[in-house]
């Protein structure tokens, strides 16, 4: 049999991908190969999988076996959330876990020395400037706390909304206010791409270094680092047109957003910067460790995909 002309084709880089894309009321499937969201009338609407870094499944999405055999193998992260994308409840893996990662992650929240290090290196990265001298990891948590407060102030003043202070509860989404509901819809955005980076280069979503002891820490902790320069303005934005879904129109503003700030190309290099400041090398296979019975097939050399 001859060789086939063209060669294989491969996954497209996270940092190509479309950034998000929100499913409902469907039921996820792969048919004739394709990726397609089947709705109960029948109607199928094709899903270009492999260019999407983050499928966000709210309310009444179902999804088959085969068609997250096809989203791991694609290194297409899929996702959970609540309605209006307010809470995320699980999500997958995109294939891309390392274990000489994870411990060098472990490795540096670990070490006292290196996770002040990263922390003032995350803080630096977002407030533009140098935090200051001799400060502890909780000093600088209070200071970030009171300058977010002001830049919330500062949004709220430049696009004319009436801003009271940053407060929702999660369980009664309709009780907040129209900034804060934007503001929520904004980040859940903005969590769900910058867990698929995290996942996709390697690293654990839980590790964090400023926020701790939740699922989700370590992504809380690069998704601030975006969020005033990203969503935060686009959550204002929308907030002062008060349109009838607010929701809808902070998602749809987001993903333009992403796109035009070229969001994907920058999260894996900037968490690569900000753990690279804790001082440590990556950590040593050890001589005694046993090699894989079946070893993986060489990758194609993005994170992010199962080779």
């Avoid at 950034?19 to 109960?40: I, R, W």
């Avoid at 003043?157 to 819809?185: A, I």
């Avoid at 270094?209 to 204002?236: L, M, N």
């Avoid at 999260?267 to 001082?279: D, Q």
Wanted: hydrophobic share 40%; charged share 25%.
């Amino acid at each position: 049999m001859s060789a086939p002309i063209l060669p294989p084709l491969k996954p497209i880089p996270i940092k190509d991908r479309l950034s998000t894309l929100f499913l409902e009321k469907g039921n996820l499937d792969v048919l004739d190969g394709a990726f397609v969201l089947v709705d109960k009338n029948g109607i199928r609407t094709h899903i270009p999988v492999g260019g999407v870094a983050c499928l966000m499944l709210e309310p009444g999405t179902r999804v088959s076996h085969a068609a997250v055999v096809l989203a791991s193998r694609v290194g297409c992260l899929l996702v959970w959330i609540g309605e209006a994308g307010v809470r995320l409840y699980a999500a997958g893996q995109p294939g891309g876990a390392r274990s000489d990662r994870l411990l060098y992650q472990a490795k540096l929240a670990l070490d006292d020395t290196a996770r002040l290090n990263v922390v003032r290196k995350m803080y630096a990265l977002r407030f533009k400037e140098e935090p200051p001298a001799r400060r502890s990891v909780e000093q600088l948590r209070g200071i970030e706390g009171v300058r977010v407060r002001k830049m919330y102030e500062l949004f709220a003043r430049q696009y004319k909304v009436n801003w009271k202070r940053r407060n929702y509860d999660h369980t009664e989404w309709g009780s907040g206010d129209v900034p804060n509901r934007c503001l929520s819809s904004a980040t859940a955005c903005l969590y769900g791409i910058c867990e698929a980076a995290i996942l996709a280069a390697g690293y654990a979503p839980a590790i964090g270094f400023i926020h701790t002891g939740k699922p989700q820490s370590f992504v809380y902790d690069i998704a601030d680092i975006f969020k005033f320069e990203t969503v935060v303005p686009v959550a204002f934005r929308i907030a002062a047109r008060n349109p009838y879904n607010p929701e809808q129109s902070v998602r749809l503003a987001c993903r333009d957003a992403f796109r035009q700030t070229k969001l994907l190309k920058r999260i894996i290099p900037t968490i690569e910067e900000v753990l690279s400041a804790g001082g440590l090398s990556m950590p040593k296979t050890p001589k005694e460790s046993v090699a894989p019975a079946i070893p993986n097939k060489e990758g194609i050399g993005d994170a992010g995909h199962r080779g």
